[in-house]
C-alpha cells in the first residue's frame, strides 16, 4: 500500500486543532503517516491536544520548530515525509474522512502529478459553497491558464495530494510567509506534466477571527498583490508567449486594500499599478465608490484614485 504524509503546521490553534486531528485519525485510508510542525506555541490547550493525540494514534509525528512562520513549518515538514504522496492540511481545517481515500485513488488511476479538490468555506454556524472545478485533467500550461483567470485552479496548496517525487526539490519562499503558496503552487505546476481536478469537495476551510487571512491589514493586502505580481512576472518569463494575465486576482486585492485602509489610520492611500482593461465596468464603479468613501472617512475629501508601482 502506498504511504501518504500529511503536514500539518500548528500554532496556537487549541480546539481547533483537536477537530483538525480526529478528522485526519479518523481517515478511511490508514497508511498514513501525520507530521506536526510546532511553530513554537506557547498555548497550554494546544500543547496538551497534540500530548493527547500522540498517546492514541502511532502515526503522529510531532516535531517542534523554533522559527515561527508557516512557510517554515511547511519546509520543515517537507525534509521530514517519507510517504508516495504529501497532502497539507491546516491546523484549523480539516477533511472529510474519506478524503486520503478519493484523493490517493484518482492520483493513481489517473497518473497525474497532483490532484486537487474542491472545498467548503465552513463558519462557525454555516458553510459556504463556491463554485468548484469540474472532473478534468490538464497539462502544465491549462492550468497555469486556470490558475491565472481563477477558475477551477487555484493557488491553496492544501485540498490537493501531490506525488512525493514532484516536491522533492520544491520548497515554500520563507520571507513571504503567509502569502507562499502563490509562489509554491506556480513553481509546483510548472514541474508537473498532468494535473487532476476532481467536482468533489474533500476539505473545511474554516473561517475563524485571527487567522492569517481573515481581518487583513492594507499592508498585508497589498503583499498579497506584490506575490501575485510576482507570480504573474513569474510564469510570462517562462512561457512569453502565453501572455498570462492575474487581473481578477489584482482586483480582489486592491479591495482588500481599501478595506483594510478603512479599519487603519494611515491617511497615505493608494492602489498598486496594472492593466485593468478587462475588469468589468460594475467593479470599476464599486472600487471608485470605496476608495471615495475611504478618502472621506481620513478626511481626504473627494479625489482620483492614486496609484503607484509596487516594483
Not at 502565453?242 to 491617511?267: A, C, N, P, V, W
Amino acid at each position: 500500500m502506498a504511504k501518504v504524509s500529511i503536514i500539518t503546521p500548528v500554532y496556537n490553534t487549541g480546539v481547533y486543532l483537536k477537530r483538525c486531528l480526529s478528522s485526519l485519525c479518523e481517515q478511511t485510508y490508514q497508511d498514513l503517516e501525520i507530521i506536526l510542525i510546532d511553530n513554537n506555541s506557547d498555548d497550554e490547550l494546544t500543547l496538551s491536544i497534540i500530548e493527547s493525540y500522540r498517546k492514541k494514534d502511532s502515526r503522529i509525528r510531532y516535531y517542534k520548530e523554533p522559527r515561527q512562520g508557516l512557510s517554515i513549518a511547511y519546509n520543515s515538514g517537507l525534509e521530514r515525509v517519507s510517504g508516495d504522496y504529501i497532502v497539507f492540511v491546516d491546523s484549523d481545517d480539516y477533511l472529510k474522512k474519506e478524503a486520503i481515500a478519493i484523493l490517493l485513488k484518482e492520483i493513481e488511476e489517473s497518473g497525474a502529478d497532483l490532484v486537487g479538490a474542491g472545498y467548503y468555506l465552513k463558519f462557525d454556524h454555516f458553510k459556504f459553497v463556491r463554485k468548484g472545478s469540474r472532473q478534468q485533467i490538464l497539462t502544465k500550461i491549462e492550468a497555469l491558464r486556470k490558475l491565472c483567470k481563477n477558475t477551477g485552479v487555484n493557488n491553496y496548496v492544501w485540498a490537493k495530494i501531490y506525488k512525493a517525487k514532484l516536491l522533492k526539490d520544491i520548497r515554500f519562499n520563507e520571507s513571504y510567509n503567509n502569502f507562499s503558496d502563490m509562489e509554491y503552487t506556480a513553481k509546483v505546476l510548472v514541474k508537473a506534466d498532468k494535473i487532476a481536478m476532481i467536482n468533489k469537495r474533500l476539505y473545511y476551510y474554516y473561517q475563524r477571527k485571527g487567522s492569517s487571512t481573515n481581518g487583513m491589514s492594507y499592508k498585508e493586502a497589498l503583499r498579497m498583490f506584490a506575490c501575485f505580481k510576482m507570480q504573474e512576472d513569474y510564469l510570462n518569463k517562462l512561457f512569453p508567449t502565453e501572455h498570462f494575465s492575474m487581473y481578477q486576482s489584482f482586483y480582489r486585492s486592491e479591495i482588500m486594500i481599501l478595506l483594510g485602509y478603512l479599519k487603519s489610520d494611515t491617511k497615505d492611500i493608494y492602489l498598486p499599478q496594472y492593466d485593468d482593461r478587462n475588469i468589468w465596468f460594475i467593479f470599476k464603479v464599486f472600487r471608485y465608490i470605496l476608495w471615495q468613501i475611504v478618502c472621506l472617512k481620513k478626511g481626504l475629501g473627494l479625489k482620483k484614485i492614486e496609484r503607484r508601482s509596487e516594483q
